[in-house]
């Protein structure tokens, strides 16, 4: 999944236009080329972590498809954290993959029919995964296998782990037991250790907020195209457009705040009884996380198609023939007849500001209304 968020360069432009393009794509784009379709995320702060996620989660079905070739070829590696929203297929992929390596139907993995597949969940009445269910899926990979397939570690709610837990398991990620495969399935992946994470090769999972987010994205696309259609772009314009943006943002964060809540009350008839207080405190501010980060990251989903639109109008000022909004490609050409290559990539600039100040938390509504004051303003 080779991604890259700027221009190609048309093979039949001239020496002078390709260069041309070229310094284009390197001013606009600020990202690498990934030369695998998973990444090992080290060193990870949270936010990187989100930003990660959303850029490049994988439907189920592609991601087991990558797995599946890697395991053909021998290139599997050892550990791997499986993320995404509630309903995303995180156990489904698990129980695929463990599938793939170990023999047992994969309608099996979780169930007592399951042969050197070792599962490890919250347990205790604090709802925690606890060092003492660690040390026993540890030992339990000691053993040797008694067919040629893998042994298989699963940690559904990785997360839940204690933090003497995680210390623990440290050493198997460094040091894995021959023929092991180890699986953690997280749909909080900031709540886990730095160490935890620079461990695993990240399969970030696109939920079924995929859907949502891309019809937020074909509302924001028309806000767009008629801006296109407005021959005077005054400040009262501009912020009107700032306004209906943040609306936008606000029936997200109602949406997954609306989400969330249901999944707690769903916990909270589930547990109550076998749990204690303190459980339910931490699992509200585990909800409470897990909707800023959903909010986060569809949010960002929304500026990256700003800048899809931005770039779609600077590739048709140089007259390449890619678009990454083709349903706008006639209201974007407009604009790259309106502004100069120069406009174009001084406003895609400021969005950059705009994302930049957005990832260091200074007041939203505040940085989006200077950043559309100017970016929508001619």
């Not at 784009?29 to 030369?35: G, Q, Y």
């Not at 079905?61 to 550990?79: C, K, S």
């Not at 997360?159 to 399935?185: C, G, M, V, Y």
């Not at 891309?214 to 912020?239: D, N, P």
Request: proline share 3%; net charge neutral.
């Amino acid at each position: 999944m080779n991604q890259r968020n700027g221009l190609f360069a048309d093979e039949s432009a001239s020496d002078e236009s390709q260069a041309e393009t070229r310094r284009i794509d390197e001013a606009i784009s600020d990202k690498k080329l990934a030369v695998s379709p998973f990444r090992r995320v080290a060193g990870s702060s949270s936010a990187l972590v989100s930003h990660f996620c959303l850029k490049m989660a994988f439907v189920r079905t592609t991601a087991l498809e990558f797995l599946r070739r890697a395991y053909e070829q021998n290139r599997l590696a050892h550990a791997y954290l499986i993320t995404g929203a509630p309903g995303s297929g995180k156990e489904l992929l698990a129980a695929e993959l463990a599938s793939l390596v170990n023999g047992t139907p994969a309608k099996d993995i979780f169930s007592a029919k399951a042969r050197e597949v070792f599962i490890a969940r919250p347990e205790s009445k604090s709802r925690r995964i606890v060092t003492a269910q660690i040390r026993a899926l540890e030992h339990a990979l000691q053993m040797r296998a008694a067919n040629r397939g893998r042994k298989v570690a699963i940690i559904p709610d990785a997360d839940r782990l204690q933090i003497e837990a995680a210390n623990a398991f440290l050493k198997t990620l460094e040091e894995p037991p021959k023929d092991s495969l180890l699986l953690l399935l997280s749909a909080l992946p900031e709540a886990l250790p730095e160490t935890i994470l620079s461990r695993c090769i990240s399969i970030p999972l696109a939920s079924d907020g995929e859907a949502q987010s891309k019809k937020e994205e074909e509302k924001l696309v028309k806000l767009l195209q008629q801006t296109s259609r407005q021959t005077t772009w005054s400040i009262q314009f501009a912020y009107r457009l700032a306004q209906e943006f943040q609306q936008l943002l606000r029936a997200i964060r109602e949406e997954v705040k609306h989400e969330t809540d249901d999944a707690l009350k769903r916990e909270e008839t589930r547990y109550k009884e076998a749990t204690d207080g303190a459980w339910l405190e931490e699992r509200e501010e585990y909800y409470k996380a897990l909707t800023e980060s959903l909010y986060l990251q569809r949010r960002a989903a929304l500026v990256e198609t700003l800048f899809a639109w931005w770039t779609d109008a600077l590739r048709a000022s140089n007259d390449v023939a890619q678009r990454d909004i083709p349903t706008a490609k006639q209201e974007t050409a407009t604009l790259a007849n309106r502004f100069s290559t120069a406009e174009i990539l001084w406003r895609i600039r400021l969005l950059e500001e705009l994302r930049d100040h957005l990832g260091r938390n200074v007041q939203e509504s505040l940085a989006i209304e200077v950043a559309f004051l100017t970016i929508f303003t001619a």
